[in-house]
């Protein structure tokens, strides 16, 4: 059985090559010292949302947006952790699976539909658009989520949300200040499927896989080194 999570399908939108490697093969890209900073906000961010959710109260982040939190913790917690999160999206033709955690989720005022909810930490606002950059770089990870809601049994918005925050100003003792922006993106489920298919398809081919791809430093760097 093939298992996808939203990050494989990052690394197969960003060169099908590095992900047929790794996933037929073995072969991971390099991977250098991973900053403990994001993980740190990761929980920080939980933390500070769930407080809300314990008291039953509407995070000022989330106001003017029609939401309230989903109010389960306890099965919140359990699709937070990748080991544990049943949440899932089967594909009917080939039996393959797209699953992995949520950092939350989002429902209706009347909690009978459902959005999902990510955060996402950077070191300043990117370029472009906030609404184009994350439909750009992060709405095939908003769209999986979606896809697993919906399959488990959770009606879904035709939406979902990010909550980026970045750091502004240090003060005294050294308190950091964020921005902190709200995100609506507009889901596309049948491109993600797509995606995910392709990538499928990708790995029923295990003795010949897909090129180099000329964009990717990972693949570029290997060729420099006599790879192929």
């Not at 991973?34 to 109260?57: A, C, E, Q, W």
């Not at 029609?66 to 919140?76: A, E, I, M, Y």
């Not at 950077?122 to 950059?133: N, W």
């Amino acid at each position: 059985m093939i298992k996808l999570s939203p990050s494989a399908l990052s690394t197969f939108k960003d060169c099908p090559r590095c992900f047929w490697l790794e996933k037929i093969q073995g072969i991971k890209r390099p991977r250098g010292i991973f900053p403990s900073l994001p993980g740190g906000m990761d929980g920080v961010i939980k933390n500070y949302f769930d407080v809300h959710r314990l008291r039953g109260t509407l995070p000022p982040e989330l106001k003017g947006h029609n939401v309230h939190l989903f109010d389960d913790q306890g099965k919140l917690n359990k699709w937070r952790n990748w080991r544990a999160c049943d949440l899932k999206y089967t594909d009917i033709e080939t039996g393959a699976v797209l699953s992995g955690a949520v950092d939350d989720v989002l429902t209706n005022p009347r909690g009978t539909s459902f959005m999902p909810f990510d955060y996402k930490t950077r070191g300043s606002a990117p370029k472009e658009a906030l609404e184009d950059y994350t439909r750009k770089y992060y709405g095939h990870q908003i769209d999986s989520y979606a896809l697993m809601l919906q399959a488990s049994g959770y009606p879904v918005e035709d939406h979902g949300y990010f909550a980026y925050y970045w750091p502004e100003i240090v003060e005294a003792k050294g308190a950091v200040l964020f921005h902190v922006s709200m995100v609506k993106v507009k889901l596309d489920l049948k491109a993600t499927v797509a995606m995910f298919l392709s990538a499928v398809e990708v790995l029923s081919h295990p003795t010949n896989g897909p090129q180099s791809s000329p964009s990717c430093e990972y693949c570029n760097f290997h060729a420099s080194r006599g790879g192929n």
